[in-house]
């Protein structure tokens, strides 16, 4: 840290030695615009080694590189692992955060008592606070995130492949080679569909298919949680409600449930979530007086609206993206003891709970059934069977169980061996 302070000491000394005025204003405006400039980072990196000295010693740590913001009105997979590692005994979990939107931290938030949130720009620090942890293990899933590796020099990597490349920002080349590297050199690849594993296997130290899980001990109490307001006031101009929650996004059928809504006035279709990238007010969905969209809402919320449906629904379109797509939002219905009905997606397939529709038509029918059979025990008592099968508790064991078996990766991630691995 010291050594960058006096660094831009020089350099902004330099310039006033050589009356390079406009470059030694230049730089200090740049510096200015800096999230965290020198002094700054300074009293960042006291704070988190005031949290966090002597926390990780003796213990397994999970480190995750930043990907979403922890407080993003999308509770997705890197959270609930997080989460679900944290309570795993003498283990410490720190998420690390980019400050994209959500997050606003300086050093470190606590989350729990064994789950913080890290400032990401202080990653350079974690080495030395790790240095007396037990084991060290980094699990990331954005391949970007492979420079983090020479900083935090992990015993163990896990990448998680979620979903197809092409889905995530930035694709290029660059994130198609990095991609093949992690697949060569983590210790553990983690599949989330069958798509992805079968893709993975031929070149993966060691791969494993572990598909998106849920929150049971959360979704199972919505029968005992107030209905959210603003979804219970629409919901009670209407025989019954069929709901979604989630991004909104062009993997969703707008024209199927523009049919669907259609052909039914006296239902309410109630969707809760983002509009991720502007499809929603094209849709055309919006204007039918039985549609009703929520802006996204926390994640504490959640069990309030999906207290208020009668049938739960997934209705993606079927394309590459969706064909490698394991919804978390599946769980947490099943949890809550919800009929489901999905589209013919690949990962929705493997459970008896859920019914699968065809056609808009189909849909129709299909969600008849359902909402005559949303009392009945067997089907309820089927949902929590499949439920409590697929816990993030249970997948995160499952993980930690192959990761103790595989066989240790090469020295690839130490800073020594950086050069030649950026070259592959």
């Known amino acids: 840290m010291f050594s960058r302070i006096g660094r831009l000491v020089r350099r ?9 005025f406009a470059a030694f204003f230049g730089e200090l405006k740049a510096l200015s615009r800096r999230p965290l400039n020198a002094l700054q980072a300074l009293r960042h990196a006291r704070e988190l080694r005031k949290l966090l000295g002597g926390r990780a010693a003796g ?8 990907t979403l913001d922890w407080h993003l009105p999308l509770y997705q997979r890197p959270q609930q692992l997080a989460r679900a590692y944290s309570e795993k005994e003498n283990t410490l979990v720190l998420y690390l955060t980019a400050n994209s939107a959500y997050d606003h931290v300086r050093s470190a938030e606590a989350l729990g008592e064994t789950l913080f949130l890290v400032n990401a720009a202080l990653a350079r620090e974690l080495s030395t606070l790790l240095a007396d942890a037990a084991e060290t293990i980094v699990s990331l899933s ?22 197809e490349l092409e889905i995530f920002d930035g694709y290029d080349r660059t ?16 599949c989330t569909a069958r798509t992805l594993f079968d893709k993975a296997r031929p070149l993966a130290r060691r791969a494993i298919y572990s598909p998106n899980a849920g929150d049971y001990a959360f979704f199972s109490k919505v029968s005992d949680t107030t209905p959210a ?19 909104l996004a062009k993997w969703f059928d707008y024209s199927l449930l523009l049919e669907a809504a259609g052909a039914r006035p006296d ?45 739960a629904m997934i209705p993606f379109v079927l394309n590459e993206i969706t064909r490698s797509t394991s919804p978390v939002k599946l769980f947490e219905y099943m949890a809550a003891e919800k009929p489901i009905l999905c589209s013919r997606m690949s990962e929705c397939r493997r459970y008896r709970s859920v019914a699968l529709y065809a056609d808009a038509k189909d849909f129709l029918r299909k969600a008849e059934i359902l909402l005559k ?42 800073p020594m061996s950086i050069k030649k691995a950026v070259s592959e």
């Open 12 to 20: 902004l000394s330099s310039h006033l030695l050589h009356l390079r």
């Open 59 to 66: 213990r397994r740590v999970v480190v995750f590189p930043p």
């Open 142 to 163: 954005w391949t970007v995130n492979r420079r983090y590796l020479p900083l935090l020099r992990p015993d163990r990597v896990i990448y998680e492949y979620i979903d």
């Open 175 to 190: 994130m198609r080679r990095d991609h093949r590297f992690l697949l060569r050199h983590a210790d553990l690849t983690v």
């Open 229 to 247: 307001e603003e979804a219970a006031d629409a919901a009670a101009r209407f025989s019954c409600t069929l709901g979604y929650y989630g991004a």
């Open 267 to 311: 239902w309410l279709f109630l969707l809760v979530g983002m509009d991720y990238d502007g499809s929603l007010p094209e849709s055309g969905l919006l204007s039918l007086p039985n549609v009703r969209w929520i802006p996204p809402q926390p994640y504490e919320r959640l069990p309030s609206f999906l207290r208020v449906f009668d049938l």
């Open 373 to 414: 059979h949303r009392s009945d025990p067997a089907y309820r008592a089927l949902l929590r069977e499949e439920a409590l099968e697929n816990t993030w508790a249970a997948r995160t064991d499952e993980i930690l169980r192959s990761l103790e078996s595989a066989p240790r990766s090469d020295a690839v991630f130490r």
